[in-house]
């Protein structure tokens, strides 16, 4: 019996075993879903007296708990930023309101409104005619930078 039929058989294995692994190695990649973008969600600003108030016109529903508010005064940050939801904190007066409010269902969603009020230890001043800009994240993504003249 010879031994020199045996490499190509051999040989023939090995590539059909590699080719039926990288196939099936392409086609788990291939599986894979891309991620979805998130819904776009539509927020509108007012800003009356020491109150911030984001109303919620549309588009897909919020977790509050996932949420993350930054608030600028005049192009300067606040001191103290609302930690959305939150009951109360530094930097604020009473308990927010909506979903902002830790009580409250953290859900989100077209309809609703969610309002804090800046204390006067907060700085800068909220007065007539400050320009307010109001950035919400979800997670790392923002969802919406709002800018308004506060009344």
């Known amino acids: 019996m010879s031994r020199r039929g045996s490499a190509p058989v051999v040989g023939v294995v090995l590539l059909v075993f590699v080719t039926v692994a990288l196939a099936g190695t392409v086609a788990a990649v291939g599986v894979t879903a891309p991620d979805r973008p998130a819904a776009a969600t ?9 109150a911030v108030t984001l109303r919620h016109e549309g588009g897909g529903t919020l977790d509050a708990r996932d949420l993350r508010v930054v608030v600028e005064v005049n192009g300067t940050r606040l001191r103290h930023q609302p930690p959305v939801p939150f009951f109360a904190a530094e930097g604020f007066r009473g308990g927010p309101t909506g979903p902002f409010n830790a009580a409250a269902d953290p859900a989100w969603t077209a309809g ?27 997670g790392d993504r923002r969802v919406v930078s709002l800018v308004t003249t506060a009344r």
């Open 112 to 138: 609703e409104s969610a309002s804090v009020r800046l204390a006067s230890t907060n700085d800068p001043a909220l007065g007539p005619g400050a320009r307010v800009r109001v950035t919400v994240y979800a």
């Open 42 to 50: 539509a927020l509108s600003l007012r800003v009356d007296g020491d």
